[in-house]
Protein backbone atom coordinates (compact mmCIF):
# COMPACT_ATOMS: atom_id res chain seq x y z
CA UNK A 1 0.00 0.00 0.00
CA UNK A 2 1.47 3.59 -0.96
CA UNK A 3 0.44 5.33 1.46
CA UNK A 4 3.46 8.51 0.83
CA UNK A 5 1.94 12.01 1.23
CA UNK A 6 -1.89 10.45 2.07
CA UNK A 7 -3.50 11.55 4.96
CA UNK A 8 -5.26 9.23 6.99
CA UNK A 9 -7.30 8.76 10.44
CA UNK A 10 -6.97 6.43 12.97
CA UNK A 11 -10.23 6.25 14.90
CA UNK A 12 -9.92 4.38 18.34
CA UNK A 13 -6.69 5.49 20.67
CA UNK A 14 -6.37 1.72 21.81
CA UNK A 15 -3.47 -0.68 21.35
CA UNK A 16 -4.17 -1.44 17.94
CA UNK A 17 -5.04 2.19 17.07
CA UNK A 18 -1.56 3.35 18.23
CA UNK A 19 0.11 0.90 16.56
CA UNK A 20 -1.76 1.69 13.05
CA UNK A 21 -0.69 5.38 13.82
CA UNK A 22 2.51 4.36 14.19
CA UNK A 23 3.00 1.97 10.76
CA UNK A 24 1.20 4.87 8.73
CA UNK A 25 3.87 7.19 9.93
CA UNK A 26 6.56 4.82 9.60
CA UNK A 27 5.60 4.45 5.84
CA UNK A 28 5.42 7.97 4.59
CA UNK A 29 1.92 8.80 5.42
CA UNK A 30 0.31 11.75 7.73
CA UNK A 31 -1.71 9.96 10.24
CA UNK A 32 -3.68 11.71 13.28
CA UNK A 33 -5.46 9.84 16.18
CA UNK A 34 -9.34 10.21 16.28
CA UNK A 35 -11.21 9.33 19.89
CA UNK A 36 -14.37 9.67 21.06
CA UNK A 37 -12.43 10.31 24.51
CA UNK A 38 -10.91 14.00 23.80
CA UNK A 39 -7.98 13.46 25.90
CA UNK A 40 -6.76 10.43 23.94
CA UNK A 41 -6.92 12.34 20.48
CA UNK A 42 -5.12 14.19 18.23
CA UNK A 43 -8.18 16.12 16.96
CA UNK A 44 -10.97 18.44 18.42
CA UNK A 45 -13.47 18.52 15.82
CA UNK A 46 -14.49 15.29 14.14
CA UNK A 47 -15.74 17.23 11.07
CA UNK A 48 -12.80 18.93 9.76
CA UNK A 49 -10.28 16.14 10.82
CA UNK A 50 -12.46 13.11 8.73
CA UNK A 51 -13.15 15.47 5.47
CA UNK A 52 -9.66 16.28 5.16
CA UNK A 53 -8.40 12.31 5.00
CA UNK A 54 -7.82 10.10 2.19
CA UNK A 55 -7.94 7.03 4.29
CA UNK A 56 -9.57 5.81 7.77
CA UNK A 57 -8.47 2.83 9.94
CA UNK A 58 -10.79 1.58 12.26
CA UNK A 59 -10.01 0.37 15.49
CA UNK A 60 -11.76 -2.88 16.38
CA UNK A 61 -13.96 -0.74 19.14
CA UNK A 62 -15.37 1.31 16.77
CA UNK A 63 -18.60 0.44 14.75
CA UNK A 64 -18.15 1.29 11.01
CA UNK A 65 -21.66 2.99 11.36
CA UNK A 66 -20.62 6.00 13.44
CA UNK A 67 -21.77 8.67 11.13
CA UNK A 68 -18.62 10.12 10.69
CA UNK A 69 -17.38 6.92 9.12
CA UNK A 70 -20.94 6.60 7.07
CA UNK A 71 -20.05 10.05 5.90
CA UNK A 72 -16.32 9.42 4.79
CA UNK A 73 -17.66 5.95 2.27
CA UNK A 74 -20.20 8.04 0.85
CA UNK A 75 -17.27 10.70 -0.19
CA UNK A 76 -15.63 7.88 -1.57
CA UNK A 77 -12.75 8.02 1.47
CA UNK A 78 -11.20 4.40 2.14
CA UNK A 79 -12.13 2.84 5.70
CA UNK A 80 -10.13 -0.44 6.26
CA UNK A 81 -9.41 -1.93 9.59
CA UNK A 82 -6.16 -2.54 11.68
CA UNK A 83 -6.15 -5.60 10.59
CA UNK A 84 -6.46 -5.11 6.96
CA UNK A 85 -3.81 -2.06 6.83
CA UNK A 86 -1.21 -4.41 8.67
CA UNK A 87 -1.52 -7.51 6.47
CA UNK A 88 -1.05 -5.30 2.80
CA UNK A 89 2.69 -4.68 4.49
CA UNK A 90 3.30 -8.01 5.59
CA UNK A 91 5.69 -10.10 3.67
CA UNK A 92 5.04 -13.20 5.95
CA UNK A 93 2.61 -16.36 5.73
CA UNK A 94 -0.95 -15.06 6.98
CA UNK A 95 -2.61 -17.93 9.01
CA UNK A 96 -5.72 -15.94 10.35
CA UNK A 97 -8.06 -17.30 12.83
CA UNK A 98 -11.93 -16.62 13.66
CA UNK A 99 -14.94 -18.13 15.31
CA UNK A 100 -17.15 -17.34 18.06
CA UNK A 101 -14.58 -19.43 20.92
CA UNK A 102 -11.81 -20.69 21.06
CA UNK A 103 -9.93 -18.49 19.35
CA UNK A 104 -7.11 -17.84 21.62
CA UNK A 105 -6.56 -21.38 22.35
CA UNK A 106 -6.31 -22.35 18.35
CA UNK A 107 -4.00 -19.21 18.05
CA UNK A 108 -1.68 -20.56 21.08
CA UNK A 109 -1.82 -24.09 19.60
CA UNK A 110 -0.67 -23.36 16.34
CA UNK A 111 2.00 -20.74 17.13
CA UNK A 112 3.20 -23.66 19.17
CA UNK A 113 3.08 -26.10 16.92
CA UNK A 114 5.28 -24.02 13.57
CA UNK A 115 7.90 -23.35 16.66
CA UNK A 116 7.88 -26.61 17.29
CA UNK A 117 8.69 -27.46 13.76
CA UNK A 118 11.27 -25.10 13.53
CA UNK A 119 9.39 -22.13 12.14
CA UNK A 120 9.63 -18.53 13.26
CA UNK A 121 6.18 -17.75 14.42
CA UNK A 122 4.66 -15.01 16.04
CA UNK A 123 1.26 -14.70 17.42
CA UNK A 124 -0.87 -11.30 16.70
CA UNK A 125 -4.08 -9.63 16.88
CA UNK A 126 -6.64 -9.95 19.91
CA UNK A 127 -4.26 -12.18 21.36
CA UNK A 128 -2.01 -9.22 22.72
CA UNK A 129 0.77 -7.95 20.01
CA UNK A 130 -1.04 -5.81 17.96
CA UNK A 131 -0.54 -7.18 14.16
CA UNK A 132 0.39 -3.79 13.08
CA UNK A 133 2.84 -3.46 15.36
CA UNK A 134 5.13 -5.83 13.92
CA UNK A 135 3.77 -7.14 10.53
CA UNK A 136 6.42 -5.18 8.31
CA UNK A 137 8.84 -6.49 10.06
CA UNK A 138 8.31 -9.57 9.58
CA UNK A 139 9.93 -11.41 6.65
CA UNK A 140 8.66 -14.08 3.65
CA UNK A 141 10.12 -17.28 6.13
CA UNK A 142 8.32 -16.37 9.03
CA UNK A 143 4.83 -16.60 9.80
CA UNK A 144 1.90 -14.51 11.49
CA UNK A 145 -0.74 -16.28 13.58
CA UNK A 146 -3.58 -13.72 14.02
CA UNK A 147 -6.55 -13.74 15.62
CA UNK A 148 -9.36 -12.27 14.04
CA UNK A 149 -12.59 -10.91 15.97
CA UNK A 150 -15.44 -9.69 13.66
CA UNK A 151 -15.20 -6.64 14.58
CA UNK A 152 -12.13 -6.18 12.67
CA UNK A 153 -13.12 -8.47 9.89
CA UNK A 154 -16.07 -6.44 8.92
CA UNK A 155 -14.48 -3.62 7.55
CA UNK A 156 -11.20 -6.24 6.16
CA UNK A 157 -12.48 -6.25 2.03
CA UNK A 158 -9.03 -7.04 1.03
CA UNK A 159 -7.68 -9.20 4.36
CA UNK A 160 -6.57 -12.22 2.15
CA UNK A 161 -5.09 -14.61 4.56
CA UNK A 162 -2.76 -17.60 3.59
CA UNK A 163 -4.58 -20.00 5.72
CA UNK A 164 -7.94 -19.07 7.11
CA UNK A 165 -9.48 -20.96 9.73
CA UNK A 166 -13.50 -20.72 11.20
CA UNK A 167 -13.77 -22.36 14.36
CA UNK A 168 -17.54 -22.11 15.02
CA UNK A 169 -20.39 -19.57 14.76
CA UNK A 170 -23.07 -19.01 17.92
CA UNK A 171 -24.70 -15.94 18.77
CA UNK A 172 -22.37 -12.94 20.32
CA UNK A 173 -22.08 -9.02 19.96
CA UNK A 174 -25.46 -9.37 18.46
CA UNK A 175 -25.66 -5.48 19.85
CA UNK A 176 -22.59 -4.47 17.82
CA UNK A 177 -24.02 -6.27 14.42
CA UNK A 178 -27.20 -5.85 14.68
CA UNK A 179 -28.54 -9.42 13.13
CA UNK A 180 -27.13 -12.94 13.63
CA UNK A 181 -26.69 -12.59 9.89
CA UNK A 182 -24.85 -9.70 10.05
CA UNK A 183 -22.44 -11.54 12.72
CA UNK A 184 -22.41 -14.25 10.41
CA UNK A 185 -21.73 -12.12 7.25
CA UNK A 186 -18.60 -10.56 9.00
CA UNK A 187 -16.83 -13.59 10.02
CA UNK A 188 -17.28 -15.04 6.48
CA UNK A 189 -14.96 -12.07 5.34
CA UNK A 190 -12.23 -14.45 6.42
CA UNK A 191 -12.89 -16.51 3.36
CA UNK A 192 -13.85 -13.71 0.92
CA UNK A 193 -10.30 -12.70 -0.81
CA UNK A 194 -9.18 -15.81 -0.58
CA UNK A 195 -7.35 -17.77 -4.03
CA UNK A 196 -7.28 -21.07 -4.93
CA UNK A 197 -3.38 -21.17 -4.01
CA UNK A 198 -5.03 -19.97 -0.14
CA UNK A 199 -6.30 -22.31 2.43
CA UNK A 200 -9.74 -22.29 4.03
CA UNK A 201 -9.97 -24.69 7.51
CA UNK A 202 -12.94 -24.97 8.64
CA UNK A 203 -15.41 -27.01 11.25
CA UNK A 204 -17.42 -29.97 9.14
CA UNK A 205 -19.31 -30.03 12.25
CA UNK A 206 -21.17 -26.85 12.52
CA UNK A 207 -23.89 -26.12 10.14
CA UNK A 208 -23.58 -22.23 10.45
CA UNK A 209 -19.86 -22.69 9.47
CA UNK A 210 -20.19 -25.31 6.71
CA UNK A 211 -23.05 -23.13 5.00
CA UNK A 212 -20.14 -21.25 4.08
CA UNK A 213 -18.50 -23.51 2.08
CA UNK A 214 -19.58 -22.12 -1.87
CA UNK A 215 -18.42 -18.89 -0.76
CA UNK A 216 -14.71 -20.74 -0.03
CA UNK A 217 -12.54 -20.47 -3.14
CA UNK A 218 -9.45 -21.69 -0.88
CA UNK A 219 -8.62 -25.48 -0.89
CA UNK A 220 -11.31 -26.81 1.64
CA UNK A 221 -9.61 -28.49 4.42
CA UNK A 222 -12.68 -29.83 7.07
CA UNK A 223 -11.97 -30.68 10.96
CA UNK A 224 -14.59 -32.82 12.83
CA UNK A 225 -14.96 -34.30 16.06
CA UNK A 226 -17.77 -36.96 14.53
CA UNK A 227 -16.50 -38.43 11.72
CA UNK A 228 -13.40 -39.05 9.84
CA UNK A 229 -13.02 -36.11 7.13
CA UNK A 230 -10.21 -35.24 4.68
CA UNK A 231 -8.65 -33.26 6.96
CA UNK A 232 -8.07 -33.32 11.29
CA UNK A 233 -10.66 -35.69 13.31
CA UNK A 234 -11.00 -37.96 16.20
CA UNK A 235 -11.21 -41.58 15.97
CA UNK A 236 -10.81 -44.27 19.01
CA UNK A 237 -9.52 -41.46 21.06
CA UNK A 238 -6.80 -40.39 18.72
CA UNK A 239 -6.29 -36.93 16.96
CA UNK A 240 -5.65 -37.73 13.53
CA UNK A 241 -4.52 -35.82 10.33
CA UNK A 242 -5.69 -37.13 6.99
CA UNK A 243 -5.61 -40.81 8.27
CA UNK A 244 -2.37 -40.33 10.35
CA UNK A 245 -2.91 -40.96 14.03
CA UNK A 246 -1.21 -37.41 16.16
CA UNK A 247 -1.66 -37.86 19.45
CA UNK A 248 -4.17 -39.52 22.32
CA UNK A 249 -7.23 -36.84 23.61
CA UNK A 250 -6.31 -38.44 27.38
CA UNK A 251 -2.68 -36.84 26.61
CA UNK A 252 -3.65 -33.05 25.84
CA UNK A 253 -4.61 -30.80 28.41
CA UNK A 254 -8.34 -29.87 26.59
CA UNK A 255 -11.33 -31.53 26.77
CA UNK A 256 -15.22 -31.39 25.42
CA UNK A 257 -15.59 -29.23 22.54
CA UNK A 258 -12.13 -27.54 23.44
CA UNK A 259 -10.81 -30.61 20.86
CA UNK A 260 -12.27 -28.73 18.13
CA UNK A 261 -9.41 -25.70 18.77
CA UNK A 262 -7.11 -29.07 18.70
CA UNK A 263 -7.96 -30.36 15.50
CA UNK A 264 -8.59 -27.00 14.00
CA UNK A 265 -4.96 -25.85 14.71
CA UNK A 266 -3.71 -29.23 13.84
CA UNK A 267 -5.46 -29.11 9.97
CA UNK A 268 -3.89 -25.12 10.07
CA UNK A 269 -0.46 -26.45 11.27
CA UNK A 270 0.06 -28.87 9.19
CA UNK A 271 -1.42 -26.80 5.99
CA UNK A 272 1.10 -24.52 6.66
CA UNK A 273 3.98 -27.53 6.58
CA UNK A 274 4.68 -28.33 10.35
CA UNK A 275 5.24 -32.07 10.61
CA UNK A 276 2.78 -34.05 12.23
CA UNK A 277 5.82 -35.30 15.03
CA UNK A 278 6.26 -31.32 16.08
CA UNK A 279 2.00 -31.22 16.15
CA UNK A 280 1.61 -33.90 18.45
CA UNK A 281 4.69 -32.42 20.79
CA UNK A 282 2.88 -29.02 20.82
CA UNK A 283 0.26 -30.47 22.05
CA UNK A 284 1.16 -32.46 24.75
CA UNK A 285 2.98 -29.80 26.22
CA UNK A 286 0.07 -27.05 25.91
CA UNK A 287 -1.47 -25.44 28.67
CA UNK A 288 -4.74 -23.54 28.21
CA UNK A 289 -4.36 -19.82 28.70
CA UNK A 290 -5.69 -18.43 32.19
CA UNK A 291 -9.65 -18.06 32.93
CA UNK A 292 -10.25 -21.01 30.65
CA UNK A 293 -11.46 -23.49 33.32
CA UNK A 294 -8.73 -23.17 35.42
CA UNK A 295 -8.28 -24.86 38.73
CA UNK A 296 -8.63 -22.73 41.68
CA UNK A 297 -9.25 -23.18 45.58
CA UNK A 298 -10.95 -26.01 47.06
CA UNK A 299 -13.36 -25.38 49.60
CA UNK A 300 -15.04 -28.02 51.69
CA UNK A 301 -13.68 -30.65 49.22
CA UNK A 302 -15.97 -28.91 46.78
CA UNK A 303 -13.15 -27.85 43.69
CA UNK A 304 -13.81 -24.18 42.22
CA UNK A 305 -12.86 -23.88 38.62
CA UNK A 306 -12.90 -20.10 36.62
CA UNK A 307 -13.64 -20.21 33.28
CA UNK A 308 -13.86 -16.35 33.28
CA UNK A 309 -13.58 -16.16 29.95
CA UNK A 310 -16.82 -17.86 28.79
CA UNK A 311 -18.35 -14.57 27.87
CA UNK A 312 -21.20 -16.49 25.90
CA UNK A 313 -23.39 -19.70 25.69
CA UNK A 314 -21.27 -21.71 23.64
CA UNK A 315 -18.49 -21.23 25.78
CA UNK A 316 -20.03 -22.66 29.05
CA UNK A 317 -21.63 -25.31 27.20
CA UNK A 318 -18.25 -26.68 25.57
CA UNK A 319 -17.04 -25.98 29.90
CA UNK A 320 -19.63 -27.82 30.97
CA UNK A 321 -18.49 -30.52 29.08
CA UNK A 322 -15.26 -30.32 29.70
CA UNK A 323 -15.67 -31.23 33.19
CA UNK A 324 -17.29 -34.67 32.92
CA UNK A 325 -18.36 -34.58 36.33
CA UNK A 326 -21.47 -32.92 38.43
CA UNK A 327 -21.02 -29.53 39.15
CA UNK A 328 -23.40 -26.04 39.84
CA UNK A 329 -22.70 -23.11 37.83
CA UNK A 330 -21.99 -19.48 38.76
CA UNK A 331 -23.90 -17.03 36.12
CA UNK A 332 -24.31 -13.56 35.26
CA UNK A 333 -22.80 -10.59 34.19
CA UNK A 334 -23.81 -7.75 32.20
CA UNK A 335 -26.53 -7.46 30.40
CA UNK A 336 -26.60 -8.21 26.19
CA UNK A 337 -28.29 -9.84 23.70
CA UNK A 338 -27.73 -13.86 24.70
CA UNK A 339 -30.95 -15.66 24.54
CA UNK A 340 -30.55 -17.82 28.04
CA UNK A 341 -33.33 -20.37 27.27
CA UNK A 342 -30.98 -22.19 24.77
CA UNK A 343 -28.29 -22.30 27.76
CA UNK A 344 -30.95 -24.32 30.01
CA UNK A 345 -32.06 -26.53 26.86
CA UNK A 346 -28.82 -27.53 26.43
CA UNK A 347 -27.44 -27.86 29.61
CA UNK A 348 -25.95 -31.08 30.70
CA UNK A 349 -27.73 -33.65 33.58
CA UNK A 350 -24.44 -33.13 35.01
CA UNK A 351 -25.03 -29.55 35.94
CA UNK A 352 -27.61 -29.79 39.04
CA UNK A 353 -28.22 -25.92 40.04
CA UNK A 354 -26.73 -22.11 39.43
CA UNK A 355 -26.02 -19.52 41.43
CA UNK A 356 -26.96 -15.81 39.39
CA UNK A 357 -25.04 -13.17 39.88
CA UNK A 358 -24.88 -9.75 38.18
CA UNK A 359 -27.26 -6.87 36.15
CA UNK A 360 -28.61 -9.82 33.82
CA UNK A 361 -29.37 -12.51 36.59
CA UNK A 362 -33.00 -11.50 36.24
CA UNK A 363 -33.11 -12.60 32.74
CA UNK A 364 -30.89 -15.79 33.48
CA UNK A 365 -33.59 -17.06 36.52
CA UNK A 366 -36.83 -16.11 34.24
CA UNK A 367 -35.28 -18.43 31.33
CA UNK A 368 -34.24 -21.34 34.18
CA UNK A 369 -37.92 -21.10 35.33
CA UNK A 370 -39.57 -21.32 32.06
CA UNK A 371 -37.15 -24.19 30.90
CA UNK A 372 -38.23 -25.93 34.41
CA UNK A 373 -34.44 -25.41 35.57
CA UNK A 374 -35.38 -24.38 39.52
CA UNK A 375 -32.31 -25.62 41.06
CA UNK A 376 -30.98 -21.85 41.31
CA UNK A 377 -29.48 -19.24 44.02
CA UNK A 378 -29.34 -15.56 43.47
CA UNK A 379 -26.47 -13.43 45.19
CA UNK A 380 -25.80 -10.17 45.09
CA UNK A 381 -21.74 -9.83 45.03
CA UNK A 382 -19.46 -12.28 43.36
CA UNK A 383 -18.08 -12.94 47.33
CA UNK A 384 -21.54 -14.11 47.87
CA UNK A 385 -22.28 -15.98 45.12
CA UNK A 386 -18.65 -18.62 45.19
CA UNK A 387 -20.12 -19.18 49.01
CA UNK A 388 -23.27 -19.61 48.20
CA UNK A 389 -22.27 -22.16 45.22
CA UNK A 390 -20.40 -24.02 47.69
CA UNK A 391 -23.52 -24.39 49.82
CA UNK A 392 -25.29 -25.59 46.99
CA UNK A 393 -23.00 -28.23 45.66
CA UNK A 394 -22.70 -29.69 48.98
CA UNK A 395 -26.47 -29.78 49.04
CA UNK A 396 -27.06 -31.45 45.74
CA UNK A 397 -23.90 -33.52 46.26
CA UNK A 398 -21.46 -31.83 43.39
CA UNK A 399 -17.89 -32.22 43.59
CA UNK A 400 -17.23 -28.96 41.30
CA UNK A 401 -18.25 -25.88 41.26
CA UNK A 402 -17.52 -23.80 37.35
CA UNK A 403 -17.68 -19.86 37.28
CA UNK A 404 -18.51 -19.67 33.65
CA UNK A 405 -20.72 -16.15 33.42
CA UNK A 406 -22.15 -16.87 29.75
CA UNK A 407 -22.44 -12.88 29.91
CA UNK A 408 -19.90 -10.05 29.35
CA UNK A 409 -18.16 -8.15 32.63
CA UNK A 410 -18.76 -4.83 31.63
CA UNK A 411 -21.84 -4.87 34.60
CA UNK A 412 -18.90 -4.49 37.08
CA UNK A 413 -15.47 -5.24 35.58
CA UNK A 414 -13.22 -4.15 32.98
CA UNK A 415 -12.73 -7.17 31.10
CA UNK A 416 -12.74 -10.98 31.56
CA UNK A 417 -9.03 -10.66 32.97
CA UNK A 418 -10.18 -8.67 36.13
CA UNK A 419 -13.28 -10.50 36.62
CA UNK A 420 -11.17 -13.89 36.82
CA UNK A 421 -8.41 -12.25 38.96
CA UNK A 422 -11.71 -11.31 41.44
CA UNK A 423 -13.52 -14.51 41.29
CA UNK A 424 -10.09 -16.29 42.56
CA UNK A 425 -9.50 -13.81 45.11
CA UNK A 426 -12.86 -14.29 46.58
CA UNK A 427 -12.50 -17.91 46.18
CA UNK A 428 -9.22 -17.97 48.36
CA UNK A 429 -10.95 -15.59 50.96
CA UNK A 430 -13.76 -18.13 51.63
CA UNK A 431 -10.64 -21.12 51.36
CA UNK A 432 -8.97 -19.50 53.87
CA UNK A 433 -11.87 -18.75 56.23
CA UNK A 434 -13.13 -22.31 56.11
CA UNK A 435 -9.88 -23.64 57.47
Given amino acids: MDLYGKKAVVYGAGRSGLSAWQLIREHGGRAVIYDDDPSKSHATSSKRVFADCDLIVLSPGVPPTKDVVLDARLEGKRVMSELELASSFCRAEQIAVTGTNGKTTAVMLIDAMLKAAGKRSYAVGNIGTAFSAIADRLDALETAVIEASSFQLETSGAFSPDIAVMLNITPDHLDRHGSMERYIGAKARIFLSQSECDTAV ?41 GEPVVETADIDLAGREL ?3 LAATAAAASAGAGLYA ?21 DGIRLVNDSKATNIGSVLSAVEGLGENGVLI ?8 DFSELFAALPP ?35 ACADAVDLAKELGCSTVLFSPSSKSYDAFTSYEERGRAFDAAAAALAAAKK
Fill in 202 to 242: YNADDERVAELLPVMRARAVPFSMTRPVDGAYISSGFICYK
Fill in 260 to 262: EDA
Fill in 279 to 299: VASALQSFRRPPYRRSPGAVV
Fill in 331 to 338: LGGARGSE
Fill in 350 to 384: SVKGAVLVGENADDIAKAAREAGFFGIVRSDTLEE
